[in-house]
């Protein structure tokens, strides 16, 4: 008979009293089980919380006549980020190579956003392209890297998901308008719609502590473009990159950026599908 550490006896051991105690009443049972929802989020969205305490925490910290730029420490951070979570097995390879594919296509973004005043990085860096920190990307790929890791942590799996070359179609749209926008008409009211029609049956189910949940997928994905926006503006309360109007001094980011983050949400979610193939949820 193999010996636990103890480590680990302790932790079982703590988890056996805290399901006891759930056990003895429904509202405890629903407190435990939320509890568990914010550790298990906490630890899919592992990637971009570690950005985001680089970005806080450089800002706080960082001494005046660095050798190096803070913005460069921040690629060269968030570069250790991406090396430990594969080390570590928090992420495979093949997740990887789709995050890859995000962060280039973010930085594709970044360079025309910028060029265009939609947004500026108001400090100096040697490590950028054009205007843009090649930190940047890695923000993007911090949100791939949170839809990849959910499915696993949640075991979360999905019904009436929609054929896969429609939300491809989706997407493509979605990521042109982002730049014809500026010569075109905004589809943006259009895009949404197609993106009720094509997403609004669906649902996911998921288990954050032993029972079985759903949620309509729009209202997740709705939710997690609202944390997103949450997470911007500590972004930009930090200094990482400033819309226009923050340049004095910093004041919150407009709620009209939750529908840019919403449907950058598909997007990263049929990215993210190349590698997690929607599976079925029995009925």
Known sequence: MTQRL???????RLLTDA???????RWRGYLYEFLWFGLK???????GGLMLILIVGTFLLWPDGAPVSRYDFLVVGALAVQAGMLAFRLESWSEARVILVFHIAGTIMELFKTAHGS?????????RIGAVPLFSGFMYAAVGSYIARVQRIFHIKVRGYPPLWATWLLAAAIYVNFFAHHWLPDARSALFLATGAVFGSGWFYFTADRTRRSMPLLVGY??????????ENLGTFARAWTYPGQEGAWEMVSLSKLGAWFLLMIISVVLVSLVHRP???PR
């Open 41 to 47: 989020q906490g630890w899919a969205c592992l990637f």
């Open 119 to 127: 947004w500026a990085y108001p400090e100096d860096s040697v490590l």
């Open 19 to 25: 399901q006891a105690w759930a056990d003895r009443s």
């Open 6 to 12: 103890p480590l680990e006896a302790w932790g079982r």
């Open 279 to 281: 599976e079925e949820e």
């Open 222 to 231: 709705g939710l997690v473009a609202l944390f997103i926006w949450f997470a």
